[in-house]
C-alpha cells in the first residue's frame, strides 16, 4: 500500500486566498484525522471522521476552516480566507478504527505558507 | 490538566549511548501512552506505546518506563544510532474515540541528535 497520501507537499498563498489540502486514506481505513504542527503549538487534532462522517470539529480553530470526507478515499481540507497565522504542516492521518488502540498512520503533511 | 509535558526540547548523543526522553501528565484518566518518531519533512510513526497496566515495554532498542503513581512515563533508546536521530513525540490519550483536546494530547517534542 501506498499510505496516506497528501496533496499538495507544499502551498504558498497570499493572505485572503482558498487553500485546499487533500488527503486519500489507507484503503479500508474507516477514520481519518486532520492534525495542524506549529512550533508554537505541537500537533493540534482538527477534526475527525468516521465512515466519511465528521465526529467532532470542535479543534477546528475558526469558521474559516472546513472539512469534508465525500467517500471512503478522499478527503479535503479548506481555509477560506487563509491568514498568516493559518501557516503550519497539515497532516493526514488513518486508521482501522476511532481509539487510540487503532494506530494512527500519518501522511507525509502539506506544509502551508501564508503571506 | 489536559498537558503532556516533554523534556528535554533537544538532546544531542553519542553513537552507541543511551537516549532518556521524559514525559509526564496530570491527567489521571490517561490509559494509552504512545511515542511517536517524526523525521525531518515526514509525518509522525507510531514508534512503541505502553498501557499503564504494565510498567515497562521493550521493542529491541527502545524501551518504555512508566510509572502511574508518579505519572509520568520515559523513553529509553539504547545504543543510539545516528539513524534515530529524529524528533519524539510522547502522547497520552483514554482508550475511547479522541474529543478534540479531551483525551489526546501530544507533547510537544524532543529533537534527538546522534552523532556519529
Known amino acids: 500500500d501506498a499510505g496516506v497520501i497528501q496533496s499538495p507537499r507544499h502551498e504558498v498563498t497570499e493572505m485572503g486566498q482558498e487553500v485546499t489540502l487533500r488527503c486519500k486514506p489507507i484503503?479500508?481505513?474507516?477514520?481519518l484525522f486532520w492534525y495542524r504542527q506549529t512550533m508554537m503549538r505541537g500537533l493540534e487534532l482538527l477534526i475527525y471522521?468516521?465512515?466519511?462522517?465528521?465526529?467532532?470539529d470542535s479543534g477546528m480553530p475558526e469558521d474559516r476552516f472546513s472539512a469534508k470526507m465525500p467517500n471512503a478515499s478522499f478527503s479535503t481540507l479548506k481555509i477560506q480566507p487563509s491568514e498568516p497565522r493559518d501557516s503550519a504542516v497539515y497532516f493526514c492521518?488513518?486508521?482501522?478504527?476511532?481509539?487510540?488502540?487503532?494506530?494512527?498512520?500519518f501522511g507525509p503533511g502539506t506544509r502551508l505558507t501564508v503571506t | 490538566q489536559q498537558q503532556v509535558k516533554q523534556s528535554p526540547q533537544s538532546l544531542i548523543v553519542q553513537k552507541g549511548g543511551i537516549s532518556i526522553i521524559n514525559c509526564a501528565y496530570e491527567?489521571?484518566?490517561?490509559?494509552?501512552f504512545p511515542w511517536y518518531q517524526q523525521f525531518p519533512g515526514k509525518g509522525p510513526a507510531l514508534l512503541i506505546a505502553?498501557?499503564?497496566?504494565?510498567s515497562e515495554k521493550k521493542e529491541g532498542r527502545f524501551t518504555i518506563s512508566f510509572n502511574k503513581s508518579a505519572k509520568q512515563f520515559s523513553l529509553h533508546i539504547m545504543d543510539s544510532q545516528p539513524g534515530d536521530s529524529a524528533t519524539y513525540f510522547c502522547?497520552?490519550?483514554?482508550?475511547?474515540?479522541?474529543?478534540?483536546?479531551?483525551?489526546?494530547?501530544f507533547g510537544p517534542g524532543t529533537r534527538l541528535s546522534v552523532l556519529p
Open positions: 505502553i498501557r499503564p497496566d504494565v
Open positions: 471522521f468516521n465512515n466519511n462522517v465528521p465526529i467532532d
Open positions: 484503503s479500508g481505513h474507516n477514520s
Open positions: 502522547a497520552a490519550s483514554k482508550d475511547t474515540p479522541p474529543s478534540m483536546g479531551q483525551n489526546f494530547v
Open positions: 491527567n489521571t484518566a490517561f490509559d494509552y
Open positions: 492521518a488513518s486508521s482501522l478504527g476511532l481509539t487510540p488502540f487503532y494506530e494512527q498512520y
